[in-house]
Nanobody, 115 residues
Framework: QVQLVESGGGLAQPGGSLRLSCAASGIPFSIRVMGWYRQAGGKQRELVAA???????NYADSVKGRFTISRDNAKNTVYLQMNSLKPEDTAVYYC?????????WGQGTQVTVSS
């Protein structure tokens, strides 16, 4: 019943923008943290950005100033606005949700930045 539906991935040019969305449903506990991780070919999965229930945010140094994370608690949805995209942002992006003792992961959405 738990479902994380990701959308917004795709192809962008360097300097362009994309907005990722992740809508969570069926989670039995209060959501504390929502965020985004990414995994590029040949690299480990890394935190991109996270936001807590109180609004605290955390960003990877590589995206700070370019990406903005936000959440709509009424919709159980987290967003990642990605501006000034670079080829090195190319990766599979995974939605992450923490609710009490349980972690949840989206299936991943491909983001490709190429000219």
């Amino acid at each position: 019943q738990v479902q994380l539906v990701e959308s917004g991935g795709g192809l962008a040019q360097p300097g362009g923008s994309l907005r990722l969305s992740c809508a969570a449903s069926g989670i039995p506990f209060s959501i504390r943290v929502m965020g985004w991780y990414r995994q590029a070919g040949g690299k480990q999965r890394e935190l991109v950005a996270a936001i807590g229930s109180g609004g605290r945010t955390n960003y990877a140094d590589s995206v700070k100033g370019r990406f903005t994370i936000s959440r709509d608690n009424a919709k159980n949805t987290v967003y990642l606005q990605m501006n000034s995209l670079k080829p090195e942002d190319t990766a599979v992006y995974y939605c992450y949700v923490n609710a009490g003792p349980q972690d949840y992961w989206g299936q991943g959405t491909q983001v490709t930045v190429s000219s």
